[in-house]
């Protein structure tokens, strides 16, 4: 099932499909967040505050607006 990774809740899995805009950061490319990437949701800041990602192959912790990650199709596992 493809949704965008700000609908995804704490402890989901998920593979990185695809991207629905082409403005995101250049540093969430640079750090691995790319399509095919397996990703782990680890915290939800309350209020649509960042949300905290986990990029399984290299084991790199990054925050994302919740603005960005609605942005970013993926694909629960």
Do not use: H, W
């Not at 099932?1 to 998920?14: H, P, R, W, Y």
């Not at 967040?33 to 905290?52: D, E, L, V, W, Y």
């Amino acid at each position: 099932t493809k949704i965008t990774l700000d609908k995804l809740q704490k402890g989901d899995s998920a593979r990185i499909e695809s991207f629905l805009s082409e403005d995101l950061p250049a540093k969430y490319f640079e750090l691995g967040m790319t399509p095919g990437a397996s990703i782990q949701i680890n915290q939800k800041a309350p209020f649509k505050g960042p949300i905290c990602i986990q990029i399984i192959e290299n084991n790199t912790l990054i925050a994302i607006r919740v603005a960005e990650a609605s942005l970013i199709l993926v694909n629960k596992i």
